[in-house]
């Protein structure tokens, strides 16, 4: 039989963690005391090629820059930028052009920093990798091992390819990046089921991990891109990103407005030529000044604002954006799909139970941090003898290193036994006056064959002590009596612990029996595992778990109220998953989904399960890809967070990314659109609540620029229709716009949050960026700034007054109708008729001044009067202007009154506002 690097790729065979040694070496056709020849080897470099990962094509420089111009809303600004050329308009063509080359090279550069995700992958792989060639132990680059290369492990050591171990002397692999699990895995050389998960598949070593402790020989059964490092790379490059809802919004918008501007702009010069016989250079002015109008050209600057403002407003919440759109994705978000491991959880082992012979107990705080207490019954515990054994067996019987490093604290060893010296300190034990007080003489050390670690310590009347802890089932075997107080003991009640160990087990808690033996007449120097006496006393059972945050339950109860629905995905254990899911409000503590489970659905089975189902548990990244996947395919709008090497290919296909800033790896921060500066899913929350404020400032921004558009256009229109004096000119309407959208429009993008928007079901994602509620009230609005500006030119044309004159008001009753109409803009339905409605912002009152500035150099300074025809106002006629002005503001709170007043139309907006 050929020799072959990939199982999977063959049907015949079985997949290497079901294979036995010997099958797997005779495939191979390799020695696994000797390893390959040297020429062997060679020959198999040549055709498996290099251990490492394959770089994709890449796109261009050039061609990745000119991808960013592909969007028609760019395509109707370079349009808007050549017709304002076409009228010698260079100023205003060029601030077009300049926000067109801006948000291209925003783009470009971003694009850039994505593709390093894949680059970071390749960068996980060892450097070096010690094997076995003819019999010789020798270094060789990581790149030159080949598949049936026997490769030597040590503590330490970064594992270089995919190995089936056949040798292990106590080995344990962090495995946290690639299958999500927050403590080593145990390592032997036992075959497992063929339909075993990664991170079940014990007699796997995998490249890109870390070998935490313990000795190990294997052979490399995969390399490069076969390895599941591989697999992961290869999935990644595969994802397409999604546009945001928001650019998806925007393009149809874009398509929308073109059409029409196309549309009213034919039909409109049709009638002015044939019904009218207008002059074709004056109707083409006219019919380019429509166009021009009906462009709202600021709006892709003001957009690019408010998101930044929302990425400052979110990096204050340690949320760090990384891409733009996604500010506003996050407003979107109706799903958050969860990693558990240091996301929902601390990432640190914490004692949470403890049972004795006669009590079960209760223990709070967080992870490593020593703060916290003992209670029993919901109330704090007194002084148990018994308890206070267990602290010291916990202190003394343990090989980790636990220390404070800048307000955080760390482990180094066995996150278990890290997470015991917190437990003792809150029974009131101090480490260093305990392990003073009984000096260690001997030990036998944890290893995976006898499941428990011993020490013999010296006590300070010169007696020896034994104390164990270890895997219940080994130490109750070990036992004969249980303590009950101080110095005494009964019989072992040996059904109590094990029940007890079972209740602890179903609560997702990993459970260590403690237990003692005073004078065991041992000799110090010389101890095996089978010295262990039999005449233990049982002390009782401690369970440890990777706490939820406190702050994510809280998170986790804001989101639902908001209608967005929180799913956890891990890789950990189903019991453990689905007992930790309950403390955070998610489920019921029994229902999950396992990574098996999933891979029998097909895509519709998955489809519908995804609907009622939130906690999936021993999922590989694949699993997790179909899940998000599904989600979508629900209509639904996907976060994803992670921090592992297996959550990279996810967190690139959800509608927004989210990395972990501590503790993820490089692969997922560079996959991801948003990295938590603190990993803390409280975060998620607050970043959701400052994107939906953006989208709604989005909206509001557009619901007050365009009705200016509309009524400019219809300004225009009107006078080739009817066939008066056009009562604004083009480059009167470019002042328009520059002053709403620069002086005014900027001020809504500094908008606060609204007291209710986390209690607000998440948009539709379907929901367009202009509902029907919202062209209502541009048209409505549109119109009455249309009657404002046609009453003032007329009005002052009856009053005897010059064209420059009528249009120089005209121009000043649309800016002054514009002013009273922000003040309506600030919300969407509730009254603005209050002081109090517009203290919340401000640069309201900068915005305006700013604007009655500009208006006064527009209407008094000779070179701007030179440059669009004005002519100075007159005095009396700025209050009849303002009078209009509030008229205008007051017309449209009649109409947010009346549809408050009406639980009908109230109820409809709402819906339309949510895309219902």
Known sequence: MSTTANANTANELRPWHATPQHEVIRRLATSGENGLNPAEAAARLRKYGPNRLPEGRKRGPFARLLAQFNNILVYVLLAAGFTKLMLNLWVDAAIIFGVVVLNALLGFIQEGKAEKALDSIRN???????????????????EQVVPGDVVLLESGDKIPADLRLFETKNLRTEEAALTGESVPAEKSVDVVSANATVGDRECMAFSGTMVVSGRAAGLVVATGSETELGRINQLLADVSPLETPLLRQIKKFGYAITMAIGVISVLIFAYGKWMKGIDFVELFQAVVGIAVSLIPEGLPALITITLAIGVQRMAQRNAIIRRLPAVETLGSVSRICSDKTGTLTLMEMMVVSAVTANSAYQVTGDGYSPEGEIRTNGQPAGKDAVLALMGRVSVLCNDAELFKEESTWKVEGDPTEGALYPFAAKLGLDRQTEQAASPRIDVIPFESEHKFMATLQRTAGGEQVLLVKGAPEVIIEHCDRQQTGDGQSSPLDREHFLTQSDRLAAQGERVLALAWLQNPNLKAGALTAADLPRTLVLLGLIGLLDPPRKEAIEAVKECHGGGIRVT???????????????????????????????????????????????????????????????IQANGQIVAMTGDGVNDAPSLKKADIGVAMGIKGTEVTKEAAEMILADDNFASISAAVKEGRTVYNNIEKAMLFL????????????????????????????????????????????????????????????????????????????????????????????????????????AVNAITIGQVFYLLNSRYLLDSSLSLKAHMGNTYLPLGIIAVVILQLIFTYAPPVQA??????????????????????????????????????????VVAAEAGA
């Open 124 to 142: 996980m792989l060892s450097a070096e990798a010690r094997t076995v060639r003819g019999g010789e132990t020798r270094m060789i680059p990581a």
């Open 568 to 630: 956890m995905i891990t890789g950990d254990h189903k019991i453990t998953a689905a007992a930790i899911a309950k403390m955070l409000g998610l489920g019921d503590g029994r229902t999950a989904i396992t990574g098996a489970e999933i891979e029998d659905m097909d895509t519709a089975t998955l489809q519908e399960r995804v609907r009622a189902v939130d906690v999936f548990a021993r999922a590989s990244p694949e699993h997790k890809l179909r899940l998000v996947k599904a």
């Open 706 to 809: 365009l009705p200016t558009n509309v009524a400019q256009a219809l300004v225009i229109a009107a006078a080739i229709l009817v066939g008066f004096t056009m009562p604004i000119t083009a480059p009167q309407v470019l002042w328009v716009n520059m002053v709403t959208s620069v002086a005014l429009g900027l001020v809504i993008s500094f908008e606060p949050h609204e007291i209710d928007v986390m209690q607000r079901s998440p948009r539709a994602v379907d929901r367009p960026i202009v509902t029907g509620f919202g062209i209502w009230r541009i048209i409505f609005v549109g119109s009455a700034l249309l009657a404002y500006t046609l009453l003032a030119f007329f009005w002052m044309k009856a009053q005897g007054a010059s064209e420059g004159l009528a249009r120089t008001v």
């Open 867 to 908: 440059m669009f025809g004005n002519e100075a106002i007159p005095l009396w006629v700025w209050p009849w202007l303002l009078s209009g002005g509030i008229l205008l503001f007051l017309v449209v709170e009649a109409e947010k009154l009346v549809i408050r007043s009406s639980g009908i139309l109230r109820k409809a």
